[in-house]
């Protein structure tokens, strides 16, 4: 039981680590079809997610 508490906490980190990379490179908007989002974007609509993609490209502008 303690064994896939921690292979769940490992796959949400590693989660939330890919997203952080891929909005910092701009590609997070590729994956906004996709229902993989880490927990704490789960809960975002499709609008939502679109929306922080776009200001994610908009911040790489600057």
Do not use: C, T, V
């Not at 508490?5 to 910092?24: G, I, P, S, T, V």
Request: proline share 2%; no cysteine.
């Amino acid at each position: 039981m303690m064994e896939d508490q921690y292979l769940a906490e490992k796959l949400e980190q590693f989660r939330q680590e890919k997203y952080r990379r891929m909005e910092r490179q701009g590609r997070w908007r590729l994956e906004l079809e996709k229902d993989e989002a880490p927990a704490g974007r789960s809960g975002r609509s499709r609008l939502g997610r679109a929306l922080a993609a776009i200001a994610s490209l908009l911040a790489m502008r600057r």
